[in-house]
């Protein structure tokens, strides 16, 4: 099939082609080059028009489409406050139960990549003193000497201030 862009089968242009030059003086009953071309160019407009319909078409899907997305979100809107309003009323509430309507969906948010898990950096400084299992070195900021120099204390990650009071004591 082809498309309604290009209306003319590919081996009708050179078939035009031909009794526009080389067989243009060639007249076979009531076949020529000048009928070949109207009817060829009706065959252009007739397809024009059907995809200027089909532009219309499209447009009034999309038209309705939206009107239908719009009354159904209306619908549950009211079905949810009927409901409230139903909460005394049980034989009201079984007849809006019987109603089979679609879960209302909100507009789904464009997919966000997880971001990758980075690993932590341990410092070990030479100077500290080694402590068992897993250490991490943390400068605390009220670890600071009369100098002003902040000092390096080696910290079990949740044993801040056991870790503190170890050193000050």
């Not at 242009?13 to 009817?39: H, K, M, N, Q």
């Amino acid at each position: 099939m082809f498309s309604f862009m290009n209306a003319l089968p590919a081996p009708i242009p050179a078939v035009l082609e031909l009794f526009a030059t080389s067989l243009s003086e060639v007249r076979f009953a009531d076949l020529d080059g000048a009928v070949l071309a109207r009817l060829a160019a009706e065959v252009e407009a007739a397809a024009a028009g059907v995809s200027a319909q089909q532009a219309s078409l499209d447009q009034a899907r999309a038209t309705l489409a939206g009107k239908q997305e719009e009354l159904m979100q209306r619908v549950l809107r009211a079905v949810a406050y009927a409901r409230v309003y139903a909460e005394t009323d049980t034989e009201l509430a079984q007849r809006l139960d019987a109603i089979a309507l679609p879960r209302a969906s909100a507009p789904r948010a464009p997919r966000r990549l997880r971001p990758t898990a980075v690993e932590p950096v341990v410092v070990v400084e030479a100077s500290a003193p080694p402590v068992a299992d897993a250490v991490v070195t943390e400068v605390v900021a009220d670890d600071v000497d009369a100098d002003g120099a902040e000092a390096a204390l080696p910290v079990r990650k949740g044993k801040r201030r056991a870790a503190l009071s170890a050193v000050d004591s």
